[in-house]
């Protein structure tokens, strides 16, 4: 039915007489051209619907002109959406050729450009809408366009904001900050999949307000190391005594104004602009800026003093936009195609800030001040040389998950760590909340300080991410497929096969000794034993404790021929119980040794733990890759339920660069509750009519397989039925799971989208379509597509094709070596060029 | 109090499906000016019990039902409040206690943040805040020269992120996603920032002066820049202008009401302006603070952290000399001779306190022929829920709201269906009620709880006038 079409192609009624300008009344120089051959699309494909009282949508063509410009753009843009994402006319329409189609598209487009009001330009450059450019026209060698990025402000990002405070107060090696007191960071990058760092973020009110206090702190601080310079921190005094840090030194410019009672000179201001502008700017004030800058220290010093004023001109620099923006304009002569190069400035600054968080290190500051920054392998040899420096970008991958029990993982290059946890999203396990009893009380929500299970699965995920990078050999398809993961392992391999030889070595020798009915003893005749193993930590104020828990510890892990983790269950602030997630056996939990020295301890029950590899990765079964990592599932999941269509749609996007629309906002979207079936007959009862598998079809087929996971990655043959009426038995521990009746999971699937017909087809499991994604020069390809958008801050556009082609051959013909793409990229036309296009 | 709602409310038990709680519209019709309404926020840390709550006048048959959570209302004149409430006895006219509601999708446990108001998990990363709090809902709704203004007892650590209990501070309402907003500390630090425009202090003022041509300066050089862009460039800068014009706006209108501001300045002797100042002086000054904002017209909705667990409680009434730490009240450690449960009493009935002046001061405020508080709405509840280590099967309000509110619920004890009982209602619900009631037609605010297998969007239509 056509009705069901709320948002109506827009029909230009233009009949026999249609003049070929329609002019407004109100507005002369609005006026719509419509040209000849766009009238007769218009006509033959779009009038049938929308003419006359009865038009479809109530859209009418003859009424056009009594339009006001206001509303006639909003007409236009939604007719070029539907012209673009082929909404319009209706599937059961006969469909305009791909000429006429194009026709229509070009005519709406230059309408609207005229006005500055096309709003599919906008939407466009949202991460969403990447996979609207055409995959196979990008790849195809037959876009001759030259590559260019749009001169733009990019907003930092979170942690290079962080960094820029530390420039401010001019701190360098260890005297940098991990947090500063009185800051609050401004940016959040959005939570979902994909790359999030795009240059289309504007700032607004909100960073605003942060902002002024954050102007607030860091100008106290400057004027506060500026008064009390060279003096001893001991003799000083602090408004607030839980805020006693301040920059060790102050630019001199400052003192010389703080520490005068007169009035400074000219020169003394000036200098004093200049100063902050370089803290905060990085260059020293134009003599536009001059201008303005100067009067207004005159003029607060004159009202507020020498120290006040000062600290007023240090707010007003802190409060530029350009603080909070990366420039790239590109200078010098416009080439042929009217592309600029970045600046050495701003491509010293452009490459430092894709490759991690600080700014440009000395050397290649240097190369751009000596001029060596302007040619395609300036731009490689120093790409490259900061891809070796293991020590520059050296750093947490993500401060943000770290707590009082676990810290992230650190990388040498953690950007290139970043790229692959937004594109594949597993971050996203942060943000699902799940019922802990269902997971028999394994699972841990995050909390105040802790990101507790899933961050240490992040994390864990981050690890397998980062020992591929450092390998640098066929990136993607390892980590689609690798077997081999950490778990756990919070010690190096050295480090942790050494604590578990100590731990052996001191069961073997005291596991027939009476440590059991007089432990005292036990250890007194093997004190200098115990003191040559650093492992033991057992000697102190409670060593008989301490000493029983580690031999009840060693007993059923070593005394089973387990090897047990490295860190002791009861040791202060002990979080690790995830295995399970892992399909692992348990590790004992902080309680099961509390009471080994209580008379009344009556031993421990028989549970088998985990025996843990020492040396990881190690090979997990029934794990293939990234996307049967547990924190991927997860994050791939409800809060009840696994989401086999989100987990399809992000194969199908991320993957196989597909596109799937959005839902309708007619559809409610709820699967069924039926206690006899399981989520996936669910899923499929609801998602099987023609109306929605139009749309399904692309995701459904590519998510079901994974159904053999639930929603906290465990794997599982059979599904419990989670339903009052399947109810076997209740738990009888505080947060452990209900049993309930099961049935057998199909883990059929479907592969389409690949152009390759050796890989697509009917897959068995996960593990089958995981192969065959995995050899797929189109994921490969999608993937590099990605990489493109994190590097750049944007979506690819036609013209960007070359870019991706070099790209995509660079990984190909360096072994699948990621760091090869990152020099291609980042040398590439795309990243060297920009051109004003506004 | 108009007499068919107080016949209504002669039965002492009804049912879960009788309670529909009608009567007539009580929002005045006025033909003149209609005056703004406002909203008072007041939230308190470690928990509010539910059965502190309960009237001790109740009958057995009532006791029972309250234990068993059934869903019954009772008209407050038949009974007596509790002993701790006595400081607001007499605007049991204006009283609902409410019981009953949930709050499992909000962060339970210690320290909430964000979650009381805006009914979502919120820890101390803006991340975490999904969007505007439910106060700044409603100062969107009621626009004034200041909008929303947020005063704070900060605790020393742990509830908010900096332990600065003096200064401006992240609060624990938000603006929009990820946007945090920024509470007054101290009495003294409101005073100077909300009328430092008409400060007779000469340091004061020049200050004032300084930051005025800061912003000036500010906005001039941004929307000097902006005009020099087009295209997508255009508004990166212009958005950052027009906020910063924004900010100036909101300066101009403040700063046009001198005479009015002058007129209502609060009255605070040094005392209650010192840096350190006890617990219950701080309140005390906040709360004069908070009035002359309210009488003035700078704003119509304040929230107001009375105390946070993290909060050292000090100058409390009968133990003045005590630190009080909440936590250990919380655990149920005693203070000098009083027991955990009578040094919570001691607390509440400061902070009942602090609602009796409040509301007592508004209603001798004459306004559009009645007075300030027949169009004000207060409320009081804990930022947790309904203990120290909370989980949110519980969120008790008291609600004093003047003769005009929207909300058909005055005077009387309502205690809703238990957690997942049939007709159960969440603190989502309460807020959509209270957004639906004056004009915001949201379908639902704030998260839905996960473990609840009940139909839970939506307004609690039984509260509609």
């Not at chain 1, 269902?438 to 995920?461: C, H, I, M, W």
């Not at chain 2, 119509?300 to 730490?325: H, K, Q, S």
């Not at chain 2, 000098?336 to 007592?360: C, G, L, P, W, Y």
Request: aromatic share 10%; net charge negative; with cysteine.
């Amino acid at each position: 039915m056509r009705q069901v079409y709320l948002v109506c192609f827009i029909t230009l009624l233009l009949g026999a007489s249609m003049p070929a300008l329609v002019s407004f009344a109100e507005d002369a120089s609005a006026r719509l051209l419509v040209p000849e051959h766009v009238q007769r699309v218009l006509k033959h494909r779009c009038m049938n619907c929308h003419e006359g009282e009865n038009a479809e949508g109530d859209v009418r063509l003859d009424k056009i002109a009594e339009l006001k410009l206001d509303a006639r753009l909003d007409l236009l843009n939604r007719a070029q959406d539907q012209i673009f994402f082929q909404t319009m006319p209706p599937a059961d329409a006969p469909q305009p050729a791909t000429d006429e189609r194009s026709m229509l598209a070009d005519w709406l487009q230059s309408g609207l450009r005229k006005h500055n009001a096309s709003n599919l330009d906008k939407k466009l450059r949202y991460p969403d809408f990447g996979n609207y450019v055409d995959h196979e026209t990008l790849f195809s060698g037959q876009i001759k366009d030259k590559p260019f990025t749009p001169a733009r402000r990019w907003l930092v990002s979170p942690q290079i904001f962080h960094e820029l405070v530390n420039d401010i107060f001019m701190l360098t090696g260890q005297s940098r900050q991990r947090s500063f007191y009185g800051v609050t960071n401004p940016f959040v990058l959005p939570d979902h999949s994909g790359v999030r760092d795009y240059d289309n973020t504007a700032l607004d009110g909100g960073h605003l307000l942060v902002m002024l206090n954050n102007a607030e702190w860091i100008s106290q601080k400057q004027i506060f190391s500026a008064v009390h310079a060279d003096k001893d921190r001991r003799t000083l005094e602090f408004s607030n005594p839980q805020d006693r840090w301040y920059p060790p030194i102050s630019p001199p410019a400052f003192v010389t104004i703080v520490s005068q009672k007169s009035r400074p000179t000219n020169q003394e201001m000036i200098a004093a602009i200049h100063a902050q502008s370089e803290c905060v700017l990085k260059r020293k004030a134009s003599v536009e800026e001059l201008d303005r800058y100067l009067p207004l220290l005159q003029s607060s010093i004159e009202l507020g003093g020498n120290t006040e004023g000062l600290r007023q001109m240090l707010v007003s620099v802190l409060l530029e936009s350009e603080f909070l923006y990366r420039q790239e304009f590109g200078a010098g002569e416009p080439d042929a195609y009217g592309r600029k190069k970045l600046s050495p400035v701003e491509a010293a600054q452009a490459i430092a800030y894709a490759l991690g968080d600080p700014g440009p290190d000395e050397e290649l500051q240097q190369a751009a001040f000596d001029g060596r920054l302007i040619a395609k392998d300036d731009y490689r040899r120093e790409v490259q040389r900061l891809l070796a420096n293991e020590t520059h970008f050296n750093g947490p991958v993500d401060p943000g998950i770290s707590g009082k029990n676990m810290q992230s993982h650190v990388s040498t290059h953690p950007k290139l760590v970043r790229f692959f946890r937004e594109f594949f999203g597993y971050t996203g396990a942060l943000k699902v909340f799940k019922d802990v009893t269902r997971s028999d009380g394994y699972y841990q929500n995050p909390a105040r300080g802790t990101a507790g299970t899933p961050g240490f699965l992040v994390k864990e995920a981050d690890r397998v991410v980062d020992w591929y990078l450092q390998r640098d050999e066929d990136v993607f398809r390892n980590l689609l497929t690798t077997e081999d993961f950490f778990v756990y392992h919070n010690k190096d391999n050295e480090t942790g096969q050494k604590i578990i030889a100590e731990w052996k070595e001191a069961y073997a020798r005291l596991k027939d000794t009476d440590w059991k009915t007089d432990p005292e003893r036990v250890i007194a005749e093997n004190l200098e034993f115990i003191q040559s193993k650093k492992s033991l930590n057992i000697l102190g104020g409670k060593q008989k404790r301490e000493f029983l828990r580690h031999m009840y510890f060693f007993g059923e892990t070593i005394g089973k021929g387990r090897t047990p983790f490295t860190t002791v269950s009861f040791a202060h602030g002990y979080t690790y119980n995830h295995s399970p997630f892992y399909n692992l056996p348990p590790t004992p939990n902080p309680f099961r040794y509390g009471d080994v020295e209580q008379k009344n301890f009556k031993g421990l029950d028989d549970t088998e733990f985990w025996d843990y590899p020492v040396e990881q990765p190690f090979r997990i079964t029934n794990r293939k890759g990234l996307l049967t990592h547990p924190a991927w599932l997860i994050a791939h999941s409800g809060n009840f339920q696994t989401d086999p269509i989100r987990r399809g749609r992000w194969i199908r996007e991320k993957l196989l660069a597909g596109r799937v629309p959005d839902v309708p906002i007619t559809v409610d979207a709820q699967v069924p509750d039926d206690p006899h079936k399981t989520f996936r007959e669910r899923v499929e009862s609801v998602t099987s009519k023609a109306e929605c598998w139009k749309c399904h079809q692309h995701m459904n087929p590519l998510g079901l397989p994974f159904e053999v996971f639930d929603d906290f990655g465990r794997y599982r043959l059979e599904e419990p039925l989670e339903s009052p009426e399947n109810l076997i038995s209740r738990t009888k521990t505080k947060y452990g799971s209900d049993t309930y009746r099961t049935r057998s999971v199909s883990t059929l699937g479907e592969l389409l989208g690949t152009e390759d017909s050796d890989l697509d087809g009917v897959v068995t499991d996960p593990f089958d379509l995981i192969d065959r994604l995995s050899q797929s020069e189109r994921v490969r390809q999608s993937i590099i597509r990605h990489a493109f958008r994190f590097f750049m801050g944007r979506n690819e556009m036609l013209s960007d094709s070359q870019t991706l082609i070099d790209a995509d051959e660079a990984y190909t013909e360096n072994g699948g070596s990621f760091k090869a793409v990152v020099v291609s990229l980042l040398s590439s036309d795309s990243f060297m060029y920009r051109k004003d296009v506004n | 109090m108009i007499s068919n709602r107080r016949e209504f409310l002669t039965q002492s038990i009804l049912g879960a499906g009788a309670l529909s709680l009608s009567s007539a519209k009580l929002f005045a019709d006025s033909s003149v000016s209609k005056p703004p309404t406002r909203f008072i926020f007041i939230h308190k840390g470690n928990g509010l019990p539910p059965h502190s709550l309960v009237p001790p006048s109740f009958s057995e048959e009532q006791m029972e039902a309250e234990k068993r959570k059934d869903s019954f209302a009772v008209d407050l004149d038949d009974h007596d409040l509790p002993e701790w409430m006595s400081p607001i006895a007499g605007h049991k006219n204006n009283l609902t206690i409410l019981q009953g509601l949930s709050g499992k999708m909000c962060t339970t446990g210690h320290h909430t943040w964000c979650s009381s108001l805006g009914v979502f998990k919120a820890n101390e990363r803006l991340s975490s805040i999904k969007w505007a709090t439910v106060d700044f809902e409603l100062a969107q709704m009621f626009p004034s020269p200041f909008g929303h203004i947020e005063f704070a007892c900060f605790p020393a650590g742990g509830g908010n992120s900096r332990g600065n209990i003096n200064g401006i501070e992240k609060g624990f309402s938000a603006r929009g996603p990820q946007q945090p907003n920024y509470a007054f500390g101290s009495p003294k630090v409101a005073m100077q920032e909300l009328f430092k425009s008409v400060a007779t202090d000469q340091q004061a003022q020049s200050q004032y002066q300084l930051q005025r041509k800061v912003l000036e300066f500010v906005a001039t050089r941004e929307a000097g820049l902006a005009e020099r862009l087009t295209g997508t460039e255009r508004p990166k800068v212009a958005n950052y202008a027009d906020a910063v014009q924004d900010i100036r706006k909101r300066n101009a209108r403040v700063e046009a009401m001198g005479d009015v501001l002058r007129q209502h300045l609060p009255e605070l002797n040094g005392k209650y302006l010192a840096d350190d100042i006890s617990t219950v002086d701080r309140q005390v000054g906040f709360t004069e603070v908070l009035l002359s904002t309210l009488i003035s017209g700078m704003t119509n909705v304040v929230t107001f952290t009375v105390d946070e667990l993290g909060t050292n409680y000090t100058g409390l009434p009968g133990i003045e000399g005590e630190n009080v730490n909440q936590h250990d009240v919380g655990h149920g450690k005693p203070v000098r001779n009083f027991e955990a449960t009578e040094v919570r009493k001691k607390i509440r009935h400061q902070h009942m306190t602090v609602i009796d002046t409040i509301v007592s001061r508004l209603k001798s405020v004459p306004e559009a022929g009645g007075t300030m508080f027949d169009n004000t709405m207060l409320f009081y509840f804990p930022d947790n829920g309904e203990t120290h280590h909370s989980n949110g099967s519980e969120w008790p309000f008291l609600v004093l709201a003047g003769d005009n509110t929207r909300l058909d619920i005055g005077r009387r004890y309502i205690r809703l269906p238990g957690y997942g009982k049939p007709g159960h209602k969440t603190l989502g619900n309460w807020y959509t009620t209270i957004l639906n009631a004056y004009g915001n037609p949201i379908n639902h605010y704030g998260s839905l709880d996960v473990g609840l297998n009940i139909d839970q969007a939506g307004p609690i239509e039984r509260f509609s006038a």
